[in-house]
């Protein structure tokens, strides 16, 4: 059974890794994409997200306990000035992972992992498109004001050439009890 066993060793020790990992990171945070396997991918999604969030909070303190994880100063350096710069309204969700054709020696799934806010290709097309407005499950004040408000009437231009008629200047009468105005 494997219970509680939510880490993929992907065939290494943990020495193996743990380098591996913080090596993967350190090229996905310069490069801000990389191609490797899906399941490398996807334990990466897993080891940078929390670096990144850390990294949002730019104290000694988060500085020195990502650099314990990437073991590079560049590196350190860069995702705190420009990556966390670019992702501090982000809630999460900073790495995208999509899937490749498989690599043709060994039939492996391959993968492109990147930083959601570094694609300019989304960007463009989600500049493109204007923002949908977020919907809601219960019907909100406004459909029910429009609803009850009274319906405003339209009436034609009128040209400076056209003279109004008589039937326009007459003053309108109220109907009887019961009875509907007829336009």
Do not use: C, W
């Amino acid at each position: 059974m494997r219970h509680g066993k939510k880490i993929n060793h992907l065939g290494r020790t943990d020495s193996h890794r743990k380098a591996m990992m913080a090596n993967m990171a350190s090229s996905l945070i310069k490069h801000k994409r990389i191609t490797t396997t899906l399941a490398k991918a996807k334990a990466l999604r897993t080891y940078v997200e929390p670096l990144i969030t850390k990294a949002k909070n730019d104290t000694t303190h988060s500085r020195r306990t990502v650099f314990s994880y990437l073991q590079d100063k560049e590196v350190v350096t860069e995702l705190f000035r420009d990556v966390a710069a670019k992702v501090a309204n982000r809630p999460g969700g900073y790495t995208r992972i999509i899937k490749l054709v498989n690599r043709l020696g060994d039939n492996a799934e391959m993968a492109l992992i990147e930083l959601v806010d570094y694609n300019t290709t989304y960007k463009a097309e989600a500049a493109a498109q204007p923002e949908k407005k977020t919907t809601r499950r219960r019907g909100s004040g406004k459909a029910k004001k429009a609803e009850t408000a009274p319906v405003a009437e339209t009436e034609a231009p009128v040209s400076a050439e056209a003279e109004p008629s008589a039937e326009d200047n007459a003053p309108e009468t109220e109907p009887a009890k019961g009875e509907d105005k007829a336009e």
